[in-house]
């Protein structure tokens, strides 16, 4: 077992109050590593060293371009040290090795992208009505950002913050999950390694409660980027309007995965996979409704238990696994709480529903893939995200039946449409409520298109060239040429 420490003004520290917290293998069940149990002292700590490196000539003098440079140097370490930081991943949340590999070799497109901005930012000379007046605007960093990131990827979903907001010549605070700080650790450090001043990044571990709150509450810190579910989202705008903070939420979603009755079946049917059951359910933006024409109902329910039924579950670590465990203990135990309550609702349980205890999985938070039917858009298991490998289908007779019951929920985050008919697959980007629609595909992301929600999936964006403007704050100015200061009673 190994002990790992935070990273605060460029210093590696345990915890104030020198507590740890065991992080669990959720494939073994067994400690592997601990990480300092933060307090309000060392989210304290984290917020100063920002702002003080908010000050520092080292950082606050340097140009765009050579903030686009110490990115891209980010992004190169990154390539350097994938594997290495996917296998923490794995270790920490249980994510398959195949996906978290696949985004930390991704991961580095996002820092040369954002390091390609950082120096394409501009403000503007603007044509003013005001005779002898010479005015322009101009666009600054905001300052200390707290970004509070989720377990299931944490750093490909702190990226989505971070990039944009050292671009744009912030310092941050990284407040990753209890159950997934590891990677967060020693992802830090590769930006001190690319020559980052100290304090520029920094991260604080712990509970929400105990170091989180501070973080969100200091008042020197500008703007507060979370992803998380809605009621730990809803808690931290709260907090964040006492001081009247800038805030990106990303949060939950219960979004549809539309099967119309033209649609490609053997294609859909990896689609609807794709969207619950290969990150086992654990992403924001899984599929977890699946909406199929009543037409074609029972023809994909009997594909898609075929497919799934030949999917392997096993060790995380192996490249050939498709379905790893859930990541925590109370999420393993949520998950098959809500198996029980669709059956008590009226549910058929058409494919897996319980523990999973194959060769290798004995002790491993596991759960099978589950398929329920018969559910209407009223259930529990339709209104409310569970966060595992448990997919909903959902009968529907038309295009305005689907249309409905897919905007029908208070989460906007995502939606999928399978169809081959062009003017039908227009029709459903158009009316449905989320803030992003695949046709024909599933969990598709880059760093060059915004990616948030509508309705309590969220406010704002991130990714995308407009998300850096997200982490700016817009001065206009205006500079006098007559030598004679206008009337001082008067405003012009």
């Given at each position: 077992?190994?002990?790992?420490?935070?990273?605060?003004?460029?210093?590696?520290?345990?915890?104030?109050g020198?507590g740890?917290?065991d992080?669990?293998?959720?494939?073994?069940?067994k400690v592997?590593?601990?990480?300092?149990?933060?307090?309000e002292?060392?989210?304290?700590a984290?917020?100063?060293?920002a702002?003080?490196?908010m000050?520092n000539?080292?950082?606050?003098?340097?140009?765009a371009?050579?903030?686009?440079a110490?990115?891209?140097?980010?992004g190169?370490?990154?390539?350097?040290?994938a594997?290495?930081?996917?296998?923490?991943?794995v270790?920490?949340?249980?994510?398959?090795?195949?996906?978290?590999?696949?985004?930390?070799?991704?991961?580095?497109?996002?820092?040369?992208?954002?390091?390609?901005?950082?120096?394409?930012?501009?403000?503007?000379?603007i044509?003013?009505d005001?005779?002898?007046?010479?005015?322009?605007?101009?666009?600054?960093?905001?300052?200390?950002?707290?970004?509070i990131?989720?377990?299931?990827?944490?750093?490909?979903?702190?990226?989505?913050?971070?990039?944009?907001?050292?671009a744009?010549g912030?310092?941050?605070?990284i407040?990753?999950?209890?159950?997934?700080?590891?990677?967060?650790?020693?992802?830090?450090?590769?930006?001190?390694?690319?020559?980052?001043?100290?304090?520029?990044?920094?991260?604080?571990?712990?509970?929400?409660?105990e170091?989180?709150?501070?973080l969100?509450?200091?008042?020197?810190?500008?703007?507060v980027?979370?992803?998380?579910?809605d009621?730990g989202?809803?808690?931290?705008?709260?907090?964040?309007?006492?001081?009247?903070?800038?805030?990106?939420?990303?949060?939950?979603?219960k979004?549809p995965?539309?099967?119309?009755?033209?649609?490609?079946?053997?294609q859909?049917?990896?689609?609807?996979?794709?969207?619950?059951?290969?990150?086992?359910?654990?992403?924001?933006m899984?599929?977890?409704?699946?909406?199929?024409h009543e037409?074609?109902?029972d023809?994909?329910v009997?594909a898609?238990r075929?497919f799934?039924?030949?999917?392997?579950?096993?060790?995380?670590?192996?490249?050939?696994?498709?379905i790893g465990?859930?990541?925590?203990?109370?999420?393993?135990?949520?998950?098959?709480?809500?198996?029980?309550?669709?059956?008590?609702?009226?549910?058929?349980?058409?494919?897996?529903?319980?523990?999973?205890?194959?060769?290798?999985c004995?002790?491993?938070?596991?759960?099978?893939?589950?398929?329920?039917t018969?559910?209407?858009?009223?259930?529990?298991?339709?209104?409310?995200e569970i966060?595992?490998?448990?997919?909903?289908?959902?009968?529907?007779?038309d295009?305005?039946?689907?249309?409905?019951?897919?905007?029908?929920?208070?989460?906007?985050?995502?939606?999928?449409?399978?169809?081959?008919?062009?003017?039908?697959?227009?029709?459903?980007?158009?009316?449905?409520?989320?803030?992003?629609?695949?046709?024909n595909?599933?969990?598709?992301?880059?760093?060059?298109?915004?990616?948030?929600?509508?309705?309590?999936?969220?406010?704002?964006?991130?990714?995308?060239?407009e998300?850096i403007?997200e982490?700016?704050?817009?001065?206009?100015?205006?500079?006098?040429?007559?030598?004679?200061v206008?009337?001082?009673?008067?405003?012009?």
């Amino acid at each position: 077992m190994t002990d790992f420490k935070m990273l605060i003004g460029g210093d590696e520290r345990i915890a104030a109050g020198e507590g740890w917290i065991d992080s669990v293998n959720p494939f073994t069940g067994k400690v592997w590593a601990r990480i300092p149990r933060g307090q309000e002292r060392d989210a304290i700590a984290a917020v100063e060293a920002a702002a003080a490196a908010m000050e520092n000539p080292a950082w606050a003098n340097i140009t765009a371009s050579q903030r686009g440079a110490l990115l891209r140097k980010v992004g190169d370490l990154i390539h350097d040290n994938a594997e290495r930081l996917a296998d923490l991943e794995v270790h920490d949340n249980g994510k398959l090795k195949a996906e978290m590999l696949g985004q930390l070799r991704y991961l580095p497109q996002h820092y040369y992208y954002y390091g390609g901005l950082a120096d394409k930012i501009e403000g503007a000379v603007i044509p003013s009505d005001k005779a002898g007046m010479f005015t322009h605007t101009v666009y600054e960093p905001l300052g200390v950002v707290v970004a509070i990131t989720p377990w299931n990827s944490p750093l490909l979903l702190t990226t989505w913050k971070l990039a944009p907001a050292l671009a744009a010549g912030n310092a941050v605070v990284i407040k990753p999950s209890e159950h997934a700080s590891v990677s967060m650790i020693e992802f830090v450090k590769l930006f001190l390694e690319a020559g980052f001043p100290p304090g520029v990044v920094n991260v604080v571990t712990g509970y929400g409660n105990e170091c989180g709150a501070a973080l969100v509450e200091h008042p020197k810190v500008a703007k507060v980027a979370f992803t998380g579910g809605d009621a730990g989202g809803k808690a931290v705008y709260q907090a964040a309007a006492k001081t009247l903070k800038h805030v990106t939420l990303e949060l939950g979603g219960k979004s549809p995965n539309i099967v119309c009755e033209d649609a490609d079946i053997t294609q859909a049917v990896k689609g609807a996979v794709s969207g619950i059951f290969a990150a086992t359910g654990q992403t924001c933006m899984a599929g977890s409704r699946l909406l199929v024409h009543e037409a074609r109902h029972d023809e994909f329910v009997a594909a898609l238990r075929a497919f799934v039924a030949d999917a392997k579950m096993g060790d995380p670590m192996a490249l050939d696994t498709q379905i790893g465990p859930v990541a925590t203990l109370p999420q393993y135990e949520k998950v098959l709480d809500y198996v029980a309550i669709a059956t008590a609702e009226g549910a058929t349980l058409a494919h897996g529903g319980k523990p999973y205890r194959g060769s290798g999985c004995e002790n491993g938070w596991f759960v099978e893939p589950t398929i329920l039917t018969d559910v209407t858009n009223s259930m529990r298991v339709a209104r409310e995200e569970i966060f595992g490998p448990v997919l909903s289908v959902i009968r529907f007779k038309d295009d305005d039946e689907a249309i409905a019951i897919a905007n029908d929920t208070p989460y906007g985050l995502a939606a999928g449409v399978w169809t081959n008919d062009l003017t039908r697959a227009f029709r459903y980007t158009k009316a449905l409520k989320a803030g992003t629609v695949w046709v024909n595909a599933y969990r598709v992301v880059s760093y060059a298109v915004p990616f948030g929600g509508f309705k309590q999936s969220g406010i704002g964006r991130e990714n995308g060239q407009e998300m850096i403007k997200e982490y700016l704050q817009t001065k206009s100015v205006y500079i006098n040429l007559e030598k004679d200061v206008p009337n001082p009673f008067v405003l012009r």
